[in-house]
Nanobody
Framework: QVQLVESGGGLVQAGGSLRLFCAAS????????MAWYRQAPGKWREMVAV?????ITHYTDSVKGRFTISRAKNTVHLQMNSLKPEDTADYYC??????????WGQGTQVTVSS
């Protein structure tokens, strides 16, 4: 089992920055890719950014150039700059293991005011 705990969400004005943190515990040796997803009210959950154990990253188009995902030991971070109101959502940390299992954190809320 892998446990994921997010932190760092909050309220920020448009143009501002936030940094999200996700700490993994448990069977962290089995984790390969880690990612951040988000879900806005009334919308599907979408992948925001993913990072592999080789630190290969991928971003959804709407955040490219503004968000940066990074990974250190058992944590994954999401630096969010130039935030827009449309970035408002619940953000979830995600981990995938070598044996194909997926784990989710409880989510952290990000609100960007215009």
């Amino acid at each position: 089992q892998v446990q994921l705990v997010e932190s760092g969400g909050g309220l920020v004005q448009a143009g501002g920055s936030l940094r999200l943190f996700c700490a993994a515990s448990g069977s962290i040796f089995s984790i390969n890719a880690m990612a951040w997803y988000r879900q806005a009210p009334g919308k599907w959950r979408e992948m925001v950014a993913v990072i592999t154990t080789d630190e290969i990253t991928h971003y959804t188009d709407s955040v490219k150039g503004r968000f940066t995902i990074s990974r250190a030991k058992n944590t994954v971070h999401l630096q969010m700059n130039s935030l827009k109101p449309e970035d408002t959502a619940d953000y979830y940390c995600n981990a995938n293991t070598n044996d194909g299992r997926t784990f989710w954190g409880q989510g952290t809320q990000v609100t960007v005011s215009s």
